[in-house]
């Protein structure tokens, strides 16, 4: 048996083409599922739905596929011990990092990460129970969403499905913030112990992904928040102490910044560098653009991913036994770069998802999630208002799914247009027909 093509629950039904390489077959499940269209009504930053030319959800995740898969292609020529197959989870298969890419963000739920904030502590709140978008990604993939021939998941190969795993953690552990659901981490688990994937440890292909996602975030969000005028392309605005106090306090309190050796470095001398060299840089290109802003921002965004895409690397990782993913300069990590990655993440969150207009979209956001629930919570009249083929799916599977966890699946695969459809049905003045098709 390949252990990277075994499949959890597929018995052959005889529907599908033997000419198609398994992972192709992954690949058609994911971009013919709901889950995958409804992304591109999900919020990246702004709104989905508040213009033509900001990143949703589905644009993001494609974008992310791309930079992933090219550079898997580059690592397969690169470093030769991926040639000699050591272990299941040391290789590196661009369709299977292309799949994983593509059904990162299945989990998120309506309106960013305001929404999963709000359900998370919904759920804690009242149930004792987590939401969070990566554990629902599994969720989604390995229950809820639906294929041809099986009532339950898309059955994938276990090399995607290990390949979207960057928090190998069961969620409901104590202290995990990030991880999977129990059901889900069982089953998972199970892969990961006929694989002999050490403790913690994510395959070469999630460990990419991952990267690849960052480098998404710190270069096309900028771009996004330039075009709307949040970023502003001048030294007033980069050169405010303010921008460099909130980039310092964004790194600081994320719990996720502790292995990039902050406390190695000035923290405050490197965020100034690193504005002063993105404004030159985009001062220099603006010159040679022939002073066209859109050009301008297409180059520097395009510059940026090429320079984070050229230093992926792989290194030995002594304190857990097994081989990292990352920026690599001369035969080791490169913390230089991965400050800077993280500097114009922050960049990003400090000038958008901190503009009081955006705080304002998410509390309404709140607000209307919150009443959501409210209106769903209580099964007998949830009943009442949830859709038909819901409740038969609920009936079918209550034995081991609860009525918060079902509302919650509910909500969450909302997107950012439905949830607001609803919501005006349920509380505000609004005409049309009750035949209109959810």
Not at 259 to 272: K, Q, T, Y
Not at 286 to 291: A, K, L, S, V
Request: charged letters at 30%.
């Amino acid at each position: 048996m390949d252990l990277r093509k075994m499949r959890l629950d597929e018995p052959a039904i005889g529907t599908f083409s033997e000419e198609r390489e398994e992972y192709e077959r992954d690949y058609a499940r994911l971009i013919q599922s709901p889950a995958f269209r409804r992304l591109q009504g999900k919020s990246q930053v702004f709104g989905a739905g508040s213009g033509d030319y900001y990143r949703t959800r589905l644009t993001h995740s494609l974008e992310v596929s791309q930079i992933a898969r090219e550079v898997s292609r580059r690592l397969g020529k690169q470093y030769p011990f991926l040639d000699r197959r050591e272990h299941p989870g040391l290789l590196l298969d661009p369709t299977v990092v292309e799949c994983a890419a593509l059904a990162h963000d299945f989990g998120h739920p309506p309106f960013g990460h305001k929404g999963e904030e709000v359900l998370n502590e919904l759920l804690l709140e009242s149930h004792g129970m987590k939401y969070e978008g990566n554990a629902q990604n599994y969720r989604i993939l390995m229950f809820l969403e639906k294929r041809a021939g099986s009532g339950s998941g898309l059955d994938l190969t276990a090399s995607v499905l290990l390949g979207v795993n960057k928090y190998p953690f069961c969620l409901d552990d104590e202290g995990r913030l990030k991880g999977l659901y129990t059901e889900e981490w069982e089953r998972i688990s199970y892969l990961r112990d006929l694989w002999g994937m050490p403790v913690e440890c994510s395959t070469l292909e999630a460990q990419l992904m991952d990267l690849c996602d960052d480098i998404a975030y710190s270069t096309h969000d900028i771009e996004d928040g330039i075009r709307a005028g949040k970023i502003q392309m001048n030294r007033t605005f980069f050169e405010d102490d303010r921008l460099i106090d909130n980039l310092m306090h964004e790194i600081e309190v994320d719990q996720g910044n502790g292995r990039l050796r902050w406390d190695e470095v000035d923290m405050r001398a490197m965020c100034r560098q690193a504005m002063d060299e993105y404004l030159e840089q985009w001062e220099e290109l603006y010159i040679q653009c022939e002073r066209e802003s859109s050009r301008t921002r297409r180059e520097m965004k395009a510059r940026w991913v090429s320079t984070f895409a050229g230093r992926v690397g792989i290194i030995d990782d002594p304190d857990k036994g097994w081989k990292r993913v990352t920026f690599v300069r001369e035969g080791a990590e490169d913390f230089d770069l991965l400050r800077t990655m993280e500097i114009l993440k922050k960049l990003a969150w400090v000038t958008l998802i901190k503009d009081f207009r955006v705080q304002r979209l998410q509390m309404r956001s709140e607000i209307m999630i919150r009443r959501l629930w409210d209106s769903f919570i209580d099964p007998d009249r949830g009943r009442l208002i949830l859709p038909p083929d819901w409740i038969e799916s609920f009936e079918r599977h209550k034995t081991h799914w609860s009525w918060p966890r079902f509302i919650a699946d509910y909500i969450s695969g909302m997107t950012d247009a439905y949830a607001s459809k609803v919501y005006s049905e349920l509380y505000a003045s609004k005409t049309g027909s009750i035949y209109e098709m959810d």
